[in-house]
């Protein structure tokens, strides 16, 4: 404790905090890690400055740092242990957008949807759209390389980001890239950054490439009396042209939706599609025809195009809605598996059998374009027999997605809670190339242990 | 000379090579590095295994291995060294398409074209281009995150790259990534790999992303008689549309090309912009319409447009023909320096300052709306005192972009040429950074030393 003494000296009143209720509100991200540790003391620095002196200190003294976002994060990236120290960037949340260069300096504690938000004012758009868009940062964005909807067409999160200034694990911040379109100098330690989940650095600025706003397009949705028939339908699709969005929803996802919003969606179907496209003029319209034909050649049981956007607002608002709508039966253990397209449809049909044996309730809904899917794993927290049961699907469940050629995840991040089968996915000598690239970096391992590899 | 006996009884018959003069045609790559060296031997593998054999040998013998492609690069990143290995490529030529995935399974050795024309069979498109797309390896593309002209809009190698097969310094062979559109299980590994020139590995396949092919779109041509006035035009468009491609050439280019080509180029302008737009339908037409109304504004002395796409694609060739036109002149020296777009007038105005001073030619070509600039440093070989003076003008102007903010390759990497430069871009804790990555997956130094930063 003398060390923490040291520490809330030399930072401005009030940054660090050891209020034991302030601490308990900070020992788990939205993964709910059940191993959470309750750390020494949350650090919400304002400045690059001061991670720069928590990081000396935590160097100097071989403290562990867990940095930490918005705690939005759904895999324990930002699990509290014991001892160590939370690193919030929330309190930045600086932005300045430059809409010559077409883009913007962020603090990572701005939310997703705040950066949307300052840079539409200019006419822009930063695409990356987690379904956690108003309530995650971008700090954790860029620790997680975040996906979203919008990906199949626009990518993900490390598409997106030009610079960033990071402070090591011995204090000493770096800037890496910059405002520049192309910049092959040196090897690309800005992309190696993006997705290490706070293990090798810490993010106090990031510079993001952003786009003119996107055109609000055309929509179709679709339902299916089989599942493998709407997967079959969503390859036809990728195959051919580039949708801006291609979501899928399974039975259980459609009724949890629909006992919330009553739309009336059709609670005998096995699937639900809903896709857009964002081409201007003709070419959305015709891109959402050949989408809607190809569902009907599939044997969709029910096609609804339009072109109203606020109309296809609905039904993507319907999708985003689906994790809440689910998580009201129970508590949730949230996948986040992805597989090469062609499988899509075996994951989903060995998700379903996986939730049979083990008698559990398992919604699947899934950025299907890109074959990355968040099976739902439903239990009851009372009941420890189940929840040792969606504990059993949970593995399964990502040893399934291995087994297809695919990831245990997506664009969630491995945090804590995936990280038992990584090696599985892998293998041993690229987990060793991790582990390497953690050494060389954070020697003392204090950034983050125990996430990410 | 007893190590490289084993290793020609190692590898299968011919695929070590040691004939003096095909040695002498290895020495150097497409930037005539003046300091190559001869090699031991050049390498010619077919199989990854063969690729493993050779650096489990190097890594035995502690032998410098310099990574080739076609030798097309234009910073001296395959220049051999005495004493060392060329291990080329060249022979690694499979390629598999999946268009139910919209990917390939490339191996290194295959042209850039070679790549698009195969993918084009199933309707689909490989986009990076760099200029030399007939002559350039996929490889190579790799290894510097090769650019060219389509990148305004869609992006560099490294947005293309799902996957990687590598053989580290040591043999061993490693996948990274795969056919996954999203995939965030790890350290982003393979993007680490992608523009790492040759220095922590061996790219022995490459899985790519596809696009369906790219619709053949409206383009726009415009002549003025002030540089300042077409990058000011060119920042207009770029802050509020995606153009598929944004060219710049100067007034030598515009003479060269002429000269040759004797297409009716208005030899009096100071510089002249070439447009396109590969959007659909209405939305390409309107892109191009607006692209003319803003040269129009900018004091444009002509604008030309067409939705002839072979029209257009006359004007694409013209521009890519101006490194060769140029190169008629004498030798050239080759930049590739990048600046933020609103700096990108006072580069272009540096670099005639810096002409003037030196008392060279210097042509500028440019992808403009990436901000990324092709001055082409024109010297005659036989006079000793220019072609100094050419090498301090090659510097200057790394010295000034940089001094604008901007870096000194935008895509084709620091080889070994412009390595003096690097730490005046990226500073001392950034190739401190570098140098830890290096010794973490290369410690011994055997592949590519002195080369990528």
Redesign the interface.
């Known amino acids: 404790m003398d060390a923490l003494a040291g520490l809330i000296a030399e930072l401005p009143d009030g940054m660090v905090l050891t209020d034991p209720d302030i601490l308990a509100s900070y020992r788990q991200d939205r993964a709910a890690d059940p191993a959470a540790g309750t750390p020494l003391a949350v650090v919400r620095p304002r400045r690059t400055e001061d991670v720069q002196q928590v990081l000396r200190w935590a160097a100097a003294h071989r403290i562990a740092v867990v940095p930490r976002g918005m705690g939005t994060g759904l895999s324990g990236g930002a699990t509290a242990l014991d001892g160590g120290i939370v690193l919030s960037t929330e309190k930045m949340r600086d932005i300045s957008v430059d809409?010559?260069?077409?883009?913007a300096v962020v603090q990572p504690g701005l939310l997703n949807a705040e950066v949307k938000k300052a840079v539409a004012e200019y006419?822009l758009w930063y695409p990356p759209d987690p379904s956690s868009f108003e309530i995650c940062s971008i700090g954790g964005n860029v620790a997680?390389?975040a996906?979203g909807l919008c990906?199949?067409k626009y990518?993900?999160t490390?598409?997106y980001v030009l610079g960033l200034q990071v402070v090591?694990a011995d204090g000493?911040?770096?800037?890496?890239g910059?405002?520049?379109?192309?910049?092959?100098?040196?090897?690309?330690?800005t992309?190696?950054f993006?997705?290490?989940e706070g293990?090798?650095g810490v993010v106090t600025e990031v510079t993001v490439k952003l786009?003119?706003a996107q055109h609000r397009g055309a929509t179709v949705v679709s339902t299916f009396d089989s599942v493998s028939a709407a997967c079959d339908a969503v390859?036809t699709i990728?195959?051919?042209?580039?949708p801006s969005m291609l979501e899928f929803m399974d039975s259980v996802a459609i009724n949890a939706v629909e006992d919330k919003l009553k739309m009336g969606l059709d609670r005998t179907a096995a699937a639900m599609l809903v896709a857009s496209s964002d081409?201007?003029?003709?070419?959305g319209t015709?891109d959402v025809e050949f989408m809607a034909a190809v569902f009907t050649e599939h044997g969709a049981t029910e096609v609804f195009s339009t072109s109203d956007p606020d109309e296809g607002e609905a039904f993507v608002a319907a999708r985003r809605f689906a994790i809440p709508a689910v998580e009201a039966k129970g508590s949730l253990l949230l996948e986040?598996v992805?597989?090469?397209?062609?499988a899509l449809a075996e994951l989903v049909s060995g998700v379903e059998k996986i939730a049979a044996d083990r008698d559990v309730v398992i919604s699947v809904i899934a950025?299907a374009?890109?074959?990355?899917t968040h099976p739902l794993i439903v239990f009851d927290p009372a009941d420890a027999a189940m929840e040792q049961r969606a504990q059993q699907a949970f593995g399964e469940i990502m040893d399934l997605a291995v087994g297809l050629?695919?990831?245990?995840?997506?664009?969630?991040?491995?945090g804590r809670l995936?990280r038992p089968w990584?090696a599985g996915?892998?293998?041993p000598?690229?987990?060793e190339?991790?582990r390497?690239?953690?050494?060389?970096?954070d020697p003392d391992g204090i950034l983050n242990p125990g996430a990410?590899?």
């Not at 992805?338 to 062609?342: F, N």
């Not at 374009?369 to 990355?372: C, E, L, R, T």
């Open positions: 809409p010559v260069t077409r883009t006419g997680t390389n996906g990906c199949v990518g993900v490390t598409d090591l000493t911040a770096v800037r890496l910059g405002p520049r379109l192309k910049d092959a100098a040196g090897l690309p330690l992309k190696l993006v997705g290490s293990t090798l786009l003119p390859v990728t195959g051919k042209i580039r081409d201007r003029g003709a070419a015709e986040d992805g597989v090469p397209l062609p950025h374009g890109d074959g990355n050629g695919g990831t245990i995840t997506g664009e969630h991040g491995v995936k990584l996915q892998l293998g000598e690229v987990m190339l991790n390497r690239i953690k050494a060389a970096l990410g590899f």
